[in-house]
């Protein structure tokens, strides 16, 4: 099965930091790569899908991107409400699975 | 709009079995992949495995291959999550979610807070 290895496992940042979040895979997933996003005591969040496309209504300061088996997740701008633990997946082969999340503090 | 309503929460003893379920409305039910997310204590997100309604294929994550059942009953829109055997590591909360292709969880459920204790 593939591993997902995300970096860092935590994080601190302050209000409008650019923060990146890596993510790598231990075979080529290609762009088979989404992002989430869990705030405390919440269901994740899909935020970003197919490495690098925005699901609908989330805001244009994440972004993502990458192939094969390294990736990045991007926050323009952190926000307040940015705070959360973020995720990766791999949907390249089935079921898919998730890094162990990166946990930003401001 | 769609909606993934799980069951809620349970207390067991170490031994017991438990069923728990998550139903969807607002979509075409077997259409959809339906996964199941545990979240330890503090812990990050372990896809559990996966289930498609329309055929029931079902596709475990190799750690809880054996440890769980996952089944559906599409007559009902209602996917479900057995243990025969409880043991206290099973503390967690369950989430199920709606896989678009079986590869992004577009839908989430409230999920399930599973307490296992003597």
């Known amino acids: 099965d593939i591993q997902m290895t995300q970096s860092p496992s935590s994080l601190s940042a302050s209000v409008g930091d650019r923060v990146t979040i890596t993510c790598q895979a231990s075979?080529?997933?290609?762009?088979?790569l989404n992002w989430y996003q869990q705030k405390p005591g919440k269901a994740p969040k899909l935020l970003i899908y197919?490495?690098?496309n925005l699901e609908t209504g989330v805001p244009s300061r994440f972004s993502g991107s990458g192939s094969g088996t390294d990736f990045t997740f991007t926050i323009r701008s952190l926000q307040p409400e940015d705070i959360a633990t973020y995720y990766c997946?791999?949907?390249?082969?089935?079921?898919?699975?998730f890094g162990q999340g990166t946990k930003l503090e401001i | 709009e769609v909606q993934l309503v799980q069951s809620g929460a349970e207390v067991k003893k170490p031994g017991e079995s438990l069923k728990i379920s998550c139903q969807g409305s607002g979509y075409r039910f077997d259409t959809y992949w339906i996964g199941w997310v545990r979240q330890m204590p503090g812990k990050g997100l372990q896809l559990m495995g996966i289930?498609?309604?329309?055929?029931?294929?079902?596709r475990y994550s190799p750690s809880f291959q054996g440890q769980v059942t996952i089944s559906v009953d599409k007559s009902i829109n209602t996917a479900y999550l057995q243990w025969r055997s409880l043991k206290a590591s099973d503390t967690a909360m369950y989430y199920c979610?709606?896989?678009?292709?079986?590869?992004?969880?577009?839908?989430w459920g409230q999920g399930t807070l599973v307490t296992v204790s003597s």
């Open positions: 997946q791999q949907a390249n082969n089935l079921p898919p699975s």
């Open positions: 979610s709606r896989l678009l292709a079986g590869e992004r969880a577009e839908y």
């Open positions: 197919d490495a690098s």
């Open positions: 075979q080529d997933i290609r762009k088979n």
């Open positions: 289930i498609y309604p329309g055929d029931s294929d079902i």
